[in-house]
């Protein structure tokens, strides 16, 4: 496998599941920014992009295409259930 190939865990991830692991990625200034950010480079709503970015939390190829946003996601849901 090439630089240019992509991995066997990137090939179990969508285009838009890439997408919306590369955005949460990102540092945002405010949440206005991000839903901006949402809508134009996804074409989603912010309450469908957190549904899907909800789901991938569970899903082994996002945890192995970005373990780190994909534990601090996590951590943070597990806060707010704890929280209750």
């Given amino acids: 496998m090439t630089a ?5 865990t990137d090939a179990q991830l969508s285009e838009r599941d890439r997408a919306l692991l ?11 920014v991000k839903e901006r950010a949402i809508r134009e480079r996804l074409g989603i709503s912010p309450t469908r992009y ?9 899903d082994p190829a996002a945890l192995a295409h970005d373990p780190v946003t994909i534990n601090r996601l996590r951590r943070v849901r597990e806060a707010r259930r704890a929280r209750r």
């Fill in 4 to 8: 240019d190939e992509p991995s066997p």
């Fill in 22 to 32: 590369a955005l949460e990625r990102q540092g945002w200034a405010s949440p206005g």
């Fill in 50 to 58: 957190y549904q899907l970015l909800n789901a991938l939390l569970d």
